[in-house]
């Protein structure tokens, strides 16, 4: 099982679409607060349909929080500021996936936390500032699974 990590998320919709997408192909949601909206907000509801209860979300209250519960994790984060591009990694079921909040990406600090070689991006035009995140996390998530032959999916 792949983890997904959004850190601090603030547009509603987008989280909605990653709770769907995580419910439908089997990944864990994990929610560092604060967040920029609570999850029972009717935009996230709307944007997650019924998929709310299919889905494994966790909420933590920081990110300190987060990898001390987690430090197994072997984690990639994504930013528009990496040099590697996404498609060269190599990904294991149970590593995790880190992307930061719409309007500023992941901080510095985080982004330092990193092993060598963790940070990518996803190609775009020069000009682009930034994707959709749900899109983002969309390809990425799937490129993962496809690297690994979609575990558990048909």
């Known amino acids: 099982m792949f983890h997904i990590v959004l850190y601090e ?24 607060e604060p ?21 494994s979300v966790d909420c933590h209250a920081s990110w300190s929080a987060f990898r001390k ?15 590697r591009r996404f498609d060269t990694a190599r990904f294991q079921p149970r590593d995790g996936l880190v992307f930061g909040p719409e309007t500023r990406g992941l901080p510095a600090g985080i982004l ?15 000009e682009s500032r930034s994707l959709n995140l749900s899109n983002t996390v969309a390809v990425a998530l799937y490129e993962a699974l496809r690297q690994n032959d979609f575990p558990g999916l048909a």
Not at 35 to 55: C, I, P, Q, S, W
Not at 116 to 124: C, D, E, S
């Open 35 to 55: 967040l920029g909206f609570t999850l029972n907000e009717a935009k996230v509801r709307r944007a997650g349909l019924d998929y709310h209860e299919l889905a």
């Open 112 to 126: 330092s936390e990193m092993e060598t070689g963790h940070l990518l991006r996803l190609p775009m035009k020069i």
């Open 9 to 32: 998320p603030e547009i509603p919709p987008n989280t909605g679409n990653i709770i769907r997408l995580c419910a439908n192909v089997g990944a864990h949601l994990h929610l560092i």
């Open 69 to 83: 519960k987690h430090q197994e994790l072997q984690l990639w984060a994504f930013s528009t500021r990496a040099d």
